[in-house]
Structure formats: C-alpha cells, structure tokens
C-alpha cells in the first residue's frame, strides 16, 4: 500500500499533475479529469488494484483528447479513429472505449461519412462503382453500409452517364487513334467501372 505525499500542477503543462508517491522514487503524471474524477489528495492510499484503475481511467482522458484532436481535422471512420489511437499506443481496449464515446456523442457515423464520401467522389468525377468501393473499404467501412450508400447514390444510368462522359474526355486526349477503343476502355477499367459498363460506353463513342 502506497501513500500520495503530494500533489503538484506541471509549471508547463497545466492540464498534468505530479502525484508523488511515499517512500518510492515513482512519479505519477496524470491529468487533471483523472485527479478530479478520483478526488485524488495527498494522504491517500493507493494499492495495487487502485493503482491500475488509476493509470487505466488516466490513459482513457489522454485517448480521448488525441481522439477529439484527429477528429477536429475532419470527419474520419471509426477505422480511423482507432488505427490512429493504436499507432498514438493505447491499447485496444481503451481505443474502443474511446469509440463507443465518440459514437455516443455523434462525432462518428460510418454511414454519414460513406454517403458523404460517394457524393463528393462523383461530384468530382473520380471512377465508377469499384474504385469508391475499395476507398471505402480501405477507410473500415462494412460492406453491409457501402452496399446501401452506393445503392442508393449511384444508380446504374447514373454510372452509365458518369462512364460515357469520362469516355469522351479520354478519346479527345488520345492522339494516336489506332486502338483507341482498347485505350478508353483500359481507361475506364482503371477507374473502376465494370467491364460490361466499361464496353457499353466506349461502344456508345465510337
């Protein structure tokens, strides 16, 4: 059993304190939610369970300050979050804590950020079904959300009329026209289109 000797506020980090400990060297930095929250005084006795509770609650606050930094770039998957919490080295218990607050609080919606994601992807023209598919998928997104979003976001005469723009534009920047059919429709390929999609619209232009 150990006893908190003193307690001082860090002279540079305003929102740390130093508890000391009695009779050890150790020197605890722990914010200031943690003391609050645990009424933590000097002369208090800490034993090992408490002790681990203590520096658990402690590693939660620093989580989700981290957390409510990286969010405040703008909006990020749930995915995200917790792969940006791991690489800060939380655990992955406290990583999760720190979503399911995030969730509770409306700072993360996967199916919002998915819809979000889509409009703007074909705002901008980017590709066709599979490429939205495989970003999405590579921001933790379910395939159960990007099937919904995608359903409901890019219809089939949707993709169709996105796929022929995207064809006319890449035919007038082919310059040697021998082959060009195979040139747009690799084009499209790469954009994300399916290849019947694909062959629909390079047969439409030419």
């Not at 791991?86 to 609080?105: H, Q």
Request: net charge positive; with cysteine.
């Amino acid at each position: 059993m150990s006893e908190v000797t003193r307690i001082e506020q860090s002279p540079i980090k305003r929102e740390l304190f130093y508890v000391y400990i009695g009779g050890t060297q150790d020197v605890l930095e722990l914010k200031h939610q943690t003391i609050q929250f645990f009424g933590l005084k000097a002369g208090d006795r800490l034993d090992d369970k408490k002790l681990k509770v203590l520096l658990e609650h402690d590693s939660y606050e620093r989580a989700k300050d981290v957390a409510f930094r990286f969010l405040s770039r703008g909006p990020k998957t749930e995915f995200e979050v917790f792969r940006h919490l791991r690489k800060k080295g939380f655990d992955e218990k406290t990583s999760l804590r720190v979503i399911a607050l995030c969730l509770e609080k409306g700072l993360l919606n996967d199916y919002k950020y998915a819809e979000a994601y889509v409009e703007e992807f074909l705002r901008l023209k980017r590709g066709g079904r599979y490429k939205i598919w495989k970003k999405l998928m590579e921001k933790g997104i379910s395939r159960k959300i990007i099937q919904k979003v995608l359903r409901k976001g890019l219809t089939d005469d949707k993709q169709m009329e996105l796929a022929l723009e995207l064809a006319e534009k890449k035919l007038k920047l082919v310059k040697n026209k021998k082959g060009k059919k195979a040139k747009v429709f690799k084009y499209l390929i790469q954009k994300g289109f399916s290849r019947n999609v694909a062959y629909r619209a390079v047969k439409s232009i030419t």
